[in-house]
């Protein structure tokens, strides 16, 4: 599955707070989210993760 969106809402998107774009035709649903940096200790590459909101309080 392929989903276009217009570069201008991707811009938007990275530097806004927005966390999720959400749509439906038919049938089909669909939930684009942002990937946030986790906040406990793991062996995964989050490097191009959003940093996570929560690790600032």
Do not use: H, R
Request: charged content about 20%.
């Amino acid at each position: 599955m392929t989903l276009y969106i217009p570069k201008i809402m991707i811009a938007q998107f990275a530097n806004n707070d927005t966390v999720s774009f959400e749509g439906s035709y038919g049938e089909v649903q669909l939930l684009l989210e942002k990937d946030f940096t986790g906040l406990d200790n793991v062996s995964e590459d989050q490097n191009d993760n959003y940093p996570n909101p929560l690790s600032f309080k």
